[in-house]
């Protein structure tokens, strides 16, 4: 079995990257994600977020045994994440729980978890303003799950970029600008989702 794992490594390693490419582009998702972890070599080729030829691969693998999922993927998010995020994830980001019923896909976070390790990780409006003083311009600039609050790691990534940016107010025009954007993706995927066949785990906020 060993032995011929690495014939199969070798081999395909030896495949110029067009004709690879054109091979991985009829394979599905779950079938890419398997041959990612095959070698390293594999991985880098498979996993890049910067190649163009990698992301053509997956979103003609998504396009081919997904078609329910037209929309292109959010901001930041690369089609392997996409493909990830959306049908390959099974488990907690945490703590690895993997009863499904338990189990919740945030997009407005991009973090797939149960209740307890979502509630270890968020905070209300109104502690973040008056309990760690946050600036309610920094706020306007993250996305929330409405009453339940934002995720600390966004708000302090957030909060690191304000206090960098020279030329504050452009600075929240154009964070502001993203956050509208994305949520205009976040309601094409949950049509999506809402249309297709797979069931997703997922809540509307």
């Avoid at 994830?89 to 997009?107: P, T």
């Avoid at 690191?160 to 954007?181: C, G, L, V």
Wanted: hydrophobic share 35%; charged share 25%.
């Amino acid at each position: 079995m060993k032995y011929n794992t690495l014939r199969l490594k070798s081999n395909i390693l030896l495949l110029p990257n067009e004709l690879l490419a054109e091979i991985c582009e009829n394979l599905s998702p779950q079938d890419l994600y398997s041959l990612s972890s095959v070698c390293k070599e594999l991985r880098h080729f498979l996993w890049s977020d910067k190649s163009i030829i990698t992301q053509q691969i997956w979103r003609i693998s998504r396009n081919k045994f997904y078609p329910n999922l037209k929309s292109i993927p959010l901001v930041g998010m690369s089609e392997q994440q996409y493909v990830w995020f959306t049908v390959l994830a099974k488990q907690c980001q945490f703590c690895k729980e993997s009863n499904k019923n338990l189990l919740k896909r945030y997009w407005e976070f991009q973090i797939i978890c149960c209740d307890e390790c979502l509630n270890k990780r968020i905070e209300s409006r109104q502690t973040l303003v008056t309990k760690y003083n946050v600036p309610e311009d920094v706020l306007s600039t993250c996305l929330s799950l409405g009453n339940r609050g934002y995720l600390l790691s966004h708000i302090k990534s957030a909060q690191m970029e304000y206090s960098k940016a020279i030329k504050k107010d452009s600075w929240i025009t154009h964070k502001q600008m993203e956050i509208i954007n994305q949520k205009c993706r976040i309601i094409s995927i949950l049509f999506d989702e809402f249309r297709s066949d797979y069931k997703p785990m997922t809540t509307i906020s």
